[in-house]
């Protein structure tokens, strides 16, 4: 039976493990397994829980992360669905031209008003050491820029790091920091910050080999830390001290 003729008569969609790998099968539908349990244990607990959670969205919180599947937002914040905001990409950049990260910015900013944006890294990101190497990756060496570019700007306390895992940790924690200022820069940061006192931008690591998260000390709420020429008019008049 095809997964098409499955959800018509309302059964769990399994595909055919005739056809492809077993393996390749199993970890398919582990998914839709798991899917079901979950739906069981949320309707354990609240009967209501999807009526509710179909009302729609108010996450006081957006999360732009790196797309490793380990860090996920709302598994290492003990959040549920509903709370989180989420964006990630490789090794968690933002770019001022990527049209995605800036609609989900201005979503998040404008239209569910949320009251904290973090960047969120991690150690040990495959995206920031691919950055530190010298090999070609593919189309992503292109995204990789943006972060060799961090390099440059802090190639003086990076190149005298011996140690290659604490370079790449350090590269992190750089590279979070300047995605933080990099948010900051974008018109749909500043002007918020004309019209509200309520919105930081943070700044985070999640070390993987703890769980922990290390808040890197860089929250910003106004634009004083950017340098002139990145702040636009009559922000800083307007803006929280
Ligand atoms: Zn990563």
Avoid at 24 to 41: D, F, H, P, R, T
Wanted: glycine fraction near 6%.
């Amino acid at each position: 039976m095809s997964i098409t003729e499955n959800k018509k008569n309302g059964n769990t969609p399994a595909i055919d493990a005739g056809n492809i790998k077993l393996a390749q099968a199993q970890s398919y539908n582990n998914l839709i397994k798991g899917n079901s349990n979950w739906v069981a244990e949320r309707v354990k607990e609240d009967p209501e829980y999807f009526t509710k959670l179909a009302q729609g969205q108010h996450p006081e919180v957006l999360w732009i992360g790196c797309s490793d599947s380990r860090v996920p937002a709302n598994e290492v914040t003990g959040t549920k669905p509903g709370e989180v905001f989420v964006h990630r990409n490789i090794a968690n950049v933002c770019v001022h031209s990527d049209m995605n990260m800036l609609s989900v910015l201005d979503y998040a900013v404008n239209v569910l008003k949320v009251k904290h944006i973090i960047v969120a890294g991690h150690y040990g990101c495959g995206g920031v050491a691919a950055a530190l190497s010298n090999k070609q990756f593919g189309i992503i060496d292109n995204w990789l820029r943006h972060i060799k570019d961090v390099y440059r700007l802090h190639a003086n306390e990076l190149d005298r790091i011996t140690d290659e895992k604490a370079k790449v940790n350090r590269l992190v924690e750089l590279n979070v920091t300047e995605q933080v200022y990099n948010l900051c820069k974008t018109s749909i940061i500043q002007n918020a910050w004309m019209d509200r006192t309520d919105l930081q931008v943070h700044g985070w690591v999640v070390d993987i080999s703890t769980g922990f998260i290390k808040d890197l000390g860089v929250s910003s709420s106004n634009p004083h830390n950017l340098g002139y020429v990145y702040e636009f008019d009559n922000v800083e008049a307007t803006a929280a001290h």
